[in-house]
């Protein structure tokens, strides 16, 4: 009825139980801190012992209740379902706890931290989920106070992590913290961005017509003719720019060398690719990646 994807469903689902798994097995076996609306459920845990599972979701319901017209149907959908199942994961893992044995390292702890809660974020995110709570704060501080979401979040982070220090949080397990978020915060980036990550390539040569040919008959790739102006030379110039897979680049810098090697080519890192060859196949229809 909302248009929700049963794919992005599952995986919505799935890394609301890899960040509830991390949350519970590391964070608070080892008495470390978290952003947002999960690190207040941790103070609340550590000061009260009032279970984060039953404390995540009376945080959020009010924001549920402010928030789902801004959010819209199916955003608003898929944030319910992460919140939800973070709520759920969390009573599960609470009770049905692994024994992970890290001897007392808050080092290891921190690195576990971070990587499973920036894979769960990460996935969730990357499924057009949220864990409710700062990501809802934030959409309505910039719609009626404007403010970037980004300052939002990370003023609210920063809050709470705060009053962590300032309640049960010791400085040892405070720096660990810190490890643990910005690991959390990178894997993220790279949920979000995907593991594959391609190369763009800009050409300028006196044979682009020769190289846009081999680029297509070799490699199966399309390449764009820009048309740029020489600031020194004041000549127009035909501009080559093509994307391949990280993995194909040196194919291309052999075809481009081979027709010419003293051609231009300025080679960038492309974090995220839509389109024919990448997500569509030749036919214009979505690949299954």
């Known amino acids: 009825m909302l248009g929700l994807r049963l794919k992005n469903i599952i995986f919505i689902i799935l890394g609301s139980a890899i960040f509830a798994f991390g949350l519970v097995h590391f964070n608070m076996r080892n008495e470390l801190a978290e952003g947002g609306f999960t690190g207040i459920t941790l103070i609340l845990y550590f000061l009260f012992h009032i279970d984060p599972s039953y404390s995540n979701l009376a945080l959020n319901i ?25 709520s759920v994961f969390l009573w599960i893992f609470q009770r049905y706890q692994m024994n992970i044995n890290l001897e007392g390292d ?131 110039r035909e501009v080559l720019y093509c994307v391949v897979g990280k993995n194909e680049i040196v194919r291309l810098k052999n075809i481009i060398n081979a027709i010419d090697p003293h051609a231009f080519v300025s080679v960038t890192v492309v974090h995220d690719v839509l389109g024919e060859g990448f997500t569509l196949d030749a036919d214009k229809n979505p690949l299954d990646l």
């Open 106 to 236: 808050l080092f290891l702890a921190a690195l576990f931290a971070g990587v499973f809660v920036g894979i769960g974020l990460g996935t969730i995110f990357r499924f057009g989920g949220t864990t409710g709570g700062v990501d809802i704060l934030a959409r309505l501080a910039h719609k009626y106070i404007g403010w970037s979401m980004g300052r939002t979040m990370f003023m609210f982070d920063a809050v709470v992590i705060l009053s962590s220090l300032l309640t049960y949080l010791q400085y040892r397990e405070a720096m660990y913290t810190l490890v643990a978020v910005f690991v959390g915060a990178r894997v993220i980036d790279f949920m979000q961005e995907g593991a594959y990550a391609a190369r763009g390539a800009m050409i300028i040569s006196d044979h682009h017509e020769e190289i846009a040919k081999m680029v297509h008959d070799k490699m199966d790739r399309g390449v764009t003719v820009l048309k740029g102006h020489g600031s020194f030379t004041k000549q127009d």
């Open 62 to 86: 009010p924001l549920f209740i402010l928030g789902w017209k801004l959010l819209g149907k199916k955003s608003f959908g898929y944030t319910v379902i992460g919140t939800v199942g973070l």
